[in-house]
């Protein structure tokens, strides 16, 4: 019996995976979000359908930390500079965003036909946004950190605070009093806080010492990564705590090195395994029988609840002072109700507040709104072209924005080495921004020290080259002689950037020049034809041989250390 059950639970985690792909593919040809294509696999897997796919014990365990790693990328593409100057006004956002919907949701609930207990409680599941849905979808069109994006994440992460106490509140049955709640609130709060603490120390004093030992063993950098989010996820757990906020944490404490960019790209391939199965996870936990009890009701309040969220979060990014696009794309992003609908709904049930038709009720407003919300957020820049003429009015003239690092019209140089450290100079005297991508931790701090921009990681990663701002740039040099890195770099860039690179020999030349190269250099070929040249003086021109050698000699005597060719005060100086 046993043997047949670790054949099963395999079995059943292969359907699923085949049935995704089958349905990504379909939802790919025609142009569909794979999120939804997700959720339909799990439906036709599930009970509710086909009745052949189960939420086993390894599906249900990959579903869980799919979340816990879509959060633990996007805390390490977080760095706290980058989001310090919006805490304030993501807070006047998310705290009366929550009331505001909860009523909505309470209002609906009591106007469809539900209990008062019934409707509060519909009224606080309903209140957030998909963290999964949104922070999924702003990383597959990389805006996770543009303006909308880091609203709305900072709003989901407040949310998210905020269901972790909801859901604990639950866990403990109905209070007995006003006590209770404000007791297991602040104990919440006070380990959620500890652990923030912690990731912050850690980022400071332990992982730059770590990292700095590891970073150039690509793989033990990647597994101590990963060994770090299983850790916070580990804590977390034990404390009773939303594993998912324990991941954030620990992706935020990476984030603030300089490594963490390296990180994105070998993280993103896992992530996406498990997401997948979160949201095939969705669709095969949803029971027919319960989804059709209350489905006018559901159809009723999930259009009700699109409409008041946007609303809501329109007028309130609006409220603090952000622009008519911002606040239009970012409330795009947050109409869906969250997964977390369905969580606080099984807890309630597990606890007596509910009955099964309300989970049901709420599930089903969650995959209606969800699926609509996902075309919502892919044409929301469409959609905002087309308003905007129409709403362009409503621009006060007073917002502001916040401010962004973007390099456009800038230099580029991918690794540093003699040929690349010999064209800084010139570089710095034609371009404000020139930005170097080398993988050697020496130079990547050595580098830094010295004022330039500098990024750490494997130029062929994608997350590399968009921080590095590859497609903006307007010249790029690349000392590697590593033909698939400049056939990459040849294939990112614009028809305007201008491209010099490195080739060892002349078949790789000659197809880098078909490939759009401005200009090869030929290292290898140079060097050969100066021997060439040294040998044939040495034979015959001793006297020139001896000058050549004498000048050879005098310019590496000039040329100064390493440290010293980088300091930015002598560059200043000169």
């Not at 950037?497 to 190269?517: C, I, K, N, P, S």
Request: proline share 3%; with cysteine; net charge negative.
């Amino acid at each position: 019996m046993a043997l047949a059950s670790e054949i099963a639970l395999p079995a059943d985690f292969t359907i699923i995976l085949v049935a995704a792909a089958v349905t990504s593919v379909v939802a790919k040809q025609l142009e569909q979000p794979t999120i939804v294509a997700y959720i339909l696999t799990g439906l036709l897997l599930g009970p509710a359908v086909l009745g052949i796919g189960t939420p086993g014990e390894l599906t249900q365990t990959m579903s869980e930390l799919g979340l816990a790693f879509l959060l633990f990328l996007l805390g390490v593409k977080m760095r706290i500079e980058d989001v310090r100057h919006v805490f304030r006004p993501v807070v006047m956002i998310a705290v009366p965003q929550m009331g505001l919907v909860c009523l909505v949701g309470l209002g609906t609930a009591l106007l469809v036909g539900f209990s008062f207990r019934e409707s509060l409680l519909i009224g606080l599941a309903v209140m957030y946004s998909s963290t999964a849905v949104v922070v999924k979808m702003l990383s597959d069109r990389d805006e996770v950190t543009s303006p909308q994006g880091t609203i709305d994440v900072g709003v989901l992460l407040v949310q998210d605070v905020v269901v972790v106490v909801l859901l604990t509140l639950l866990a403990f049955g109905r209070p007995d009093s006003a006590i209770d709640v404000a007791t297991t609130l602040l104990t919440v709060l006070a380990l959620v806080a500890g652990i923030g603490l912690a990731a912050i120390a850690a980022s400071r004093y332990l992982l730059p010492v770590v990292f700095r030992r590891i970073a150039d063993n690509e793989d033990v950098f990647f597994l101590i990564a990963i060994g770090w989010a299983f850790l916070f996820i580990f804590v977390a757990d034990r404390l009773d705590l939303s594993i998912e906020m324990g991941a954030f944490l620990a992706g935020l404490a990476i984030a603030q090195l300089p490594y963490s960019t390296e990180l994105q790209d070998r993280i993103t391939p896992i992530t996406d395994l498990f997401i997948l199965i979160f949201f095939v996870s969705i669709g095969l936990g949803l029971e027919a029988a319960d989804l059709v009890v209350y489905w006018r009701e559901a159809v009723v309040a999930s259009l009700v609840l699109i409409s008041a969220k946007f609303w809501v979060f329109f007028s309130l990014i609006r409220w603090q002072r952000f622009s008519l696009e911002t606040a239009f794309l970012g409330s795009a992003n947050m109409i869906q109700v969250s997964e977390f609908a369905l969580v606080v709904g099984t807890v309630a049930v597990a606890e007596g507040v509910i009955g099964p038709p309300v989970l049901g009720f709420l599930s089903l407003v969650a995959l209606l709104t969800m699926s609509i919300s996902v075309y919502a957020i892919a044409y929301s820049h469409a959609l905002y072209e087309r308003l905007h003429p129409h709403v362009g009015r409503l621009e006060t003239g007073d917002e502001h924005e916040m401010d962004r690092a973007e390099y456009r019209n800038h230099a580029v140089v991918i690794g540093y080495d003699e040929l690349s450290r010999s064209a800084l100079e010139p570089l710095e005297a034609y371009y404000d921004d020139v930005v170097i991508i080398d993988r050697t931790v020496d130079h990547v701090e050595t580098l830094d020290e010295a004022g330039y921009d500098v990024i750490y990681g494997d130029f062929r990663h994608t997350e590399i080259r968009k921080e590095a701002g590859l497609g903006r740039a307007d010249f790029v040099l690349s000392s590697t002689p590593e033909r698939d890195v400049n056939e990459v770099l040849l294939g990112a860039v614009s028809e305007e950037t201008t491209v010099f690179v490195e080739a060892q020999w002349a078949d790789d030349a000659r197809e880098l020049y078909a490939r759009g190269a401005h200009y090869v250099v030929m290292s290898t070929q140079l060097t050969a034809e100066r021997l060439a040249a040294y040998l044939e003086a040495y034979f015959e021109d001793v006297e020139a041989f001896e000058a050549a050698i004498e000048t050879d000699v005098a310019r590496l005597r000039r040329s100064e250390p390493f440290p010293e060719t980088l300091d930015p005060e002598r560059r200043d100086h000169e």
